[in-house]
């Protein structure tokens, strides 16, 4: 005859001191919530218990779960103060009957650890050998399967990789992992269970400090058939305890130096977007040598939108550099034009403004000197870099420093040196280093009490620290204040809540200010072009992930270039823009008899100049023309006109 070993028909709890819990209350919620859930007294869930239970003088209740709803306990004692809470709790299946539960197929057993624990915990769960191999098992409620004992005798059970993949709800300890997705995180179980991980190709296991901890504390770019270890820590972290290449040579975890980014074009603006990935930034403080190392950076979209020309120009190719900012460890991305003459070989600080920033003012144009009078604004503020749009201004004028100015009335330097009369005129982003304006996030999340967001779905944007936090029951005022696992989508974050708000649809935004002197990196640069100036209908004709060094050494005069006489398709006094992405040097020569004369004019600035009164000789005018920069070669008897570019 077989038995079973008997249920503990009366719960019975104790203190911390092991003693009785005379008086206690047993709160009992819908898991992971403080929505009262009701326990019963008897099997045939008629009559609830009171919640809270109260114990009785020897600390007993009896307590009876409906089967398929998870409960989240809370043990107080008789004078209300917290003892032990435990979520994700369910009852004892009802689909083990006594026959499951016999030898060879299943018994049930206590759980192990210390006497309180094993007392104040009301959880069993089941053994059984196996009705096939007779093999060892344990039955996993949260997941109603059967599990063997240790996982090694489980077969490998393929797993597509994903930014978070699932590897803990799986019955087998044993995992393939397929596909090429980055891997972010896994799902949350248990802490304590291991798995046995085999990569299938190549992909990126992105560190991540608290929920995804890699040997060097850097990301790894996994190859066909490395194997690695995963121990769950709980809440969804888990930590690499150990990781074998296939090549049987030594772990070796990089820093990518070619980042990922894309773009898109609609509704005559563009978006340029970047991977989630890790970088090593100089140090905010200029006179430090040490990097700041393995910060890790969101997937984040940028957009320029219609109307904002980045000062391009019309027809003319040009290249729009994606900068990653460090901003005190709270990344952001940024744009500029490459042409804008901003320092982009990372050794330096930088500064920027919201590209949204525009202006409507009314001033006029000195000639000679190109100082603009603004003597009313009408909206917005003024800013080095920004385009000058006015009747009779040429495409390409913007503001070149401050005189008295300072973003209102007052005087500012341009580029221009022509004379303008007192007009209205209107300035957007242009040569600077721009931000977004406003990054905004929709998606799906639940909170704990403790402020911890776990981001299920990402319907539109990017999470970003900072952002606010808007849905039902969530009250004003609540912020990202950090990150944990997400890396601006899916993920885990922190927040200022102190309420249980559970799965619901949310909304976020974040207005950025102006950043002062921070380090920066490259992430690409995008070649667009052919359209008018403000209007991004054109798809890139080039896009390209890059880092700042070599863009810098690659956009030195001098690397891919040859001198090449232009002279037959060049003419006098005509405006050309250098859109080679490069610095060219242009030089000519001018014959110089009686009367005659030689002018070289690059970005609106009178680089040479010659004429002769009399007598005769030759006059060498030369210059180098930044990337996206004019140049106008003015001459009454030019001989030759050579470039190299």
């Not at 979520?87 to 030898?103: E, M």
């Not at 994903?162 to 248990?190: E, P, R, Y």
């Not at 409507?360 to 749009?389: D, E, F, P, R």
């Not at 990150?483 to 601006?488: A, C, D, F």
Request: charged residues 5%.
């Amino acid at each position: 005859m077989t038995t079973n070993l008997a249920p503990e028909p009366v719960l019975h709890f104790t203190d911390n001191n092991g003693n009785l819990l005379a008086g206690g209350q047993l709160y009992t919620y819908a898991a992971g919530t403080s929505t009262p859930q009701a326990t019963y007294t008897d099997s045939t869930g008629v009559t609830p218990n009171t919640n809270p239970i109260v114990l009785n003088s020897r600390g007993e209740c009896t307590c009876y779960l409906t089967p398929g709803q998870a409960y989240k306990f809370m043990l107080y004692d008789a004078s209300s103060n917290l003892i032990w809470t435990a979520d994700n709790q369910t009852g004892i299946p009802s689909s083990l009957t006594s026959a499951s539960q016999t030898s060879p197929t299943g018994s049930l057993i206590l759980p192990s650890g210390t006497t309180a624990q094993r007392d104040s915990v009301p959880y069993y769960f089941y053994t059984r050998g196996n009705t096939t191999t007779g093999l060892p098992e344990w039955y996993d409620a949260d997941l109603a399967v059967w599990v063997p004992f240790g996982g090694e005798q489980g077969a490998e059970v393929s797993v597509a990789s994903a930014t978070t993949t699932t590897i803990g709800a799986v019955g087998s300890a044993n995992i393939l992992i397929t596909g090429t997705t980055a891997i972010n995180g896994f799902d949350t179980i248990q802490a304590g269970v291991v798995r046995h991980v085999r990569f299938a190709a190549s992909l990126t296991l992105t560190y991540n400090a608290t929920s995804l901890i890699l040997p060097g504390g850097n990301s790894i770019t996994t190859s066909a058939n490395d194997c690695a270890e995963f121990e769950s820590l709980g809440s969804g972290n888990w930590i690499c305890r150990g990781y074998t290449p296939a090549s049987g040579s030594a772990l070796v975890t990089t820093i990518p130096q070619i980042q990922s980014i894309s773009t898109s074009v609609g509704s005559n603006a563009l978006t340029i977007s970047n991977a989630a990935t890790k970088l090593d930034f100089r140090s905010p403080t200029l006179t430090v040598g040490a990097p700041v190392s393995s910060v890790a950076i969101p997937g984040l979209s940028i957009t320029v939108p219609s109307g904002v020309s980045l000062n391009t120009i019309s027809g003319n190719s040009s290249q729009i550099a994606l900068l990653a900012l460090y901003n005190g460890g709270t990344p952001i991305t940024a744009v500029c034009n490459v042409a804008s003459g901003v320092n982009l070989d990372e050794t330096s600080l930088i500064s920027t403004l919201p590209i949204t920033q525009a202006s409507s003012y009314t001033a006029s144009i000195a000639v000679t000197t190109g100082l603009m009078t603004v003597t009313a604004v009408g909206s917005g503020t003024l800013a080095v870099g920004q385009t000058i749009n006015g009747a009779g201004i040429p495409a390409g004028t913007y503001i070149t420093g401050l005189g008295t100015g300072t973003g209102n009335t007052g005087t500012y330097y341009t580029n221009y040196f022509s004379a303008i009369a007192s007009e209205a005129m209107t300035g957007t982003a242009g040569y600077g280093v721009y931000t977004p304006g406003t990054i905004t996030a929709s998606y799906t999340a639940s909170i704990t009490s403790a402020g911890l967001m776990t981001v299920t779905l990402v319907s539109s944007g990017s999470l970003v620290v900072g952002q606010t936090v808007v849905g039902a029951g969530i009250a004003g005022g609540v912020v990202i204040t950090g990150v944990v696992s997400g890396s601006g989508g899916i993920g885990t974050y922190t927040t200022n809540n102190t309420a249980t708000i559970a799965s619901e649809a949310i909304t976020g935004s974040y207005t950025v200010p102006a950043i002062s002197n921070t380090p920066f990196r490259v992430l690409g640069v995008v070649t667009i072009g052919g359209q008018s100036a403000g209007l991004w209908s054109s798809a890139p004709t080039e896009v390209q992930g890059a880092g700042g060094a070599a863009l810098v050494s690659l956009g030195s005069i001098g690397y891919g270039q040859t001198w090449q006489n232009v002279l037959a398709s060049r003419v006098s006094g005509t405006t050309y823009y250098n859109t080679t992405g490069k610095p060219i040097l242009v030089t000519v020569v001018g014959i110089m008899n009686s009367g005659n004369y030689t002018t070289l004019t690059i970005n609106g600035v009178l680089i040479s100049d010659a004429s002769l009164a009399s007598g005769g000789g030759y006059q060498i005018n030369s210059g180098i023309v930044p990337p996206g920069g004019s140049y106008v070669v003015s001459s009454s008897a030019l001989t030759r006109w050579a470039e190299l570019r």
